[in-house]
């Protein structure tokens, strides 16, 4: 069951891409569904994912394994926009910045045009 505390809307872009906008708490709770959400997608055939993370108001450790385990189950790499400064600042004290790449939020409205 959905947890409230977490939406996923999803956006197939085109065959091979899809964009996940992700909204209120990713953590210990509510990051299996993103991975399911994922996955289901690249069993769908879109490798390429996007992950706007315009929504997201906590990210937590179970937050940041999610991502990881995104960006090693598919093909492609996974693409983070939207970021805010919380999860940003995670993304480089943990590594994370040079696996998930992420650009500025300023960037990001370019990002969304893609698709």
Same mark, same amino acid.
């Given at each position: 069951?959905?947890?409230?505390?977490?939406?996923?809307? /999803?956006?197939?872009? &085109?065959? !091979?891409?899809?964009?996940? @906008? *992700?909204?209120?708490? =990713?953590?210990?709770?509510?990051?299996? #569904?993103?991975?399911?959400?994922?996955? #289901?997608? @690249? @069993?769908?055939? $879109?490798?390429?994912?996007?992950?706007?993370?315009? +929504? *997201?108001?906590?990210? &937590?450790?179970? +937050? =940041?394994?999610?991502? /990881? /385990?995104? $960006?090693?189950? !598919?093909?492609?790499?996974?693409? =983070?926009?939207? *970021?805010?400064? $919380? /999860? %940003?600042?995670? =993304?480089? %004290?943990? !590594?994370?910045? #040079?696996?998930?790449?992420?650009?500025?939020?300023?960037?990001?409205? &370019?990002? @969304? #045009? *893609? +698709?």
């Amino acid at each position: 069951m959905p947890s409230p505390l977490l939406t996923i809307e /999803v956006d197939r872009l &085109d065959a !091979g891409t899809a964009r996940l @906008r *992700v909204a209120g708490e =990713l953590d210990f709770d509510t990051a299996a #569904e993103l991975v399911e959400a994922a996955a #289901e997608l @690249r @069993r769908d055939g $879109h490798q390429e994912l996007w992950l706007d993370f315009a +929504g *997201v108001t906590l990210c &937590d450790s179970s +937050g =940041l394994s999610a991502l /990881v /385990v995104i $960006h090693r189950s !598919g093909t492609a790499g996974i693409h =983070l926009i939207d *970021v805010s400064p $919380h /999860v %940003r600042r995670l =993304l480089d %004290r943990t !590594g994370l910045t #040079e696996l998930l790449p992420a650009p500025p939020r300023a960037a990001a409205g &370019d990002a @969304r #045009e *893609v +698709g």
